[in-house]
Nanobody
Framework: QIHLVESGGGLVQAGGSMRLSCAAS????????MGWFRQAPGKEREFVAV????????SYAPSAEGRFTISRDIRRNTGYLQMDNLRSEDTAIYFC??????????????????WGQGTQVSVSS
């Protein structure tokens, strides 16, 4: 069992920055992937970014590329999503999640088996 807790959400003006954290506890997941997804009102949950916990390789959705940076601190078992140059369309609930080793498609939410409770990010224009 893995327990995930997000923090760092809030209200920011367009063009501003925010860093989300995802603290993980429970089973060791050195070979897992940690992803960030978001869900805006009336929309489906969408992929934002993912990092392979061990190697540290990352991948981003086109909407996040160049503005968001995903990282992890292995010692603290914590993942991060640094969001810069935020836009009003980034407003959503942001979730972190973990996918087990060998997961083929890390951009698909249904392939993730543990989820945090979500944190609200609101960007005012």
């Amino acid at each position: 069992q893995i327990h995930l807790v997000e923090s760092g959400g809030g209200l920011v003006q367009a063009g501003g920055s925010m860093r989300l954290s995802c603290a993980a506890s429970g089973r060791a997941f050195s070979s897992y992937a940690m992803g960030w997804f978001r869900q805006a009102p009336g929309k489906e949950r969408e992929f934002v970014a993912v990092i392979l916990w061990g190697p540290g390789r990352s991948s981003y959705a086109p909407s996040a590329e160049g503005r968001f940076t995903i990282s992890r601190d292995i010692r603290r078992n914590t993942g991060y999503l640094q969001m810069d140059n935020l836009r009003s369309e980034d407003t959503a609930i942001y979730f972190c999640a973990t996918a087990p080793p060998g997961t083929s498609s890390l951009r698909v939410a249904s392939n993730y088996n543990y989820w945090g409770q979500g944190t609200q990010v609101s960007v005012s224009s």
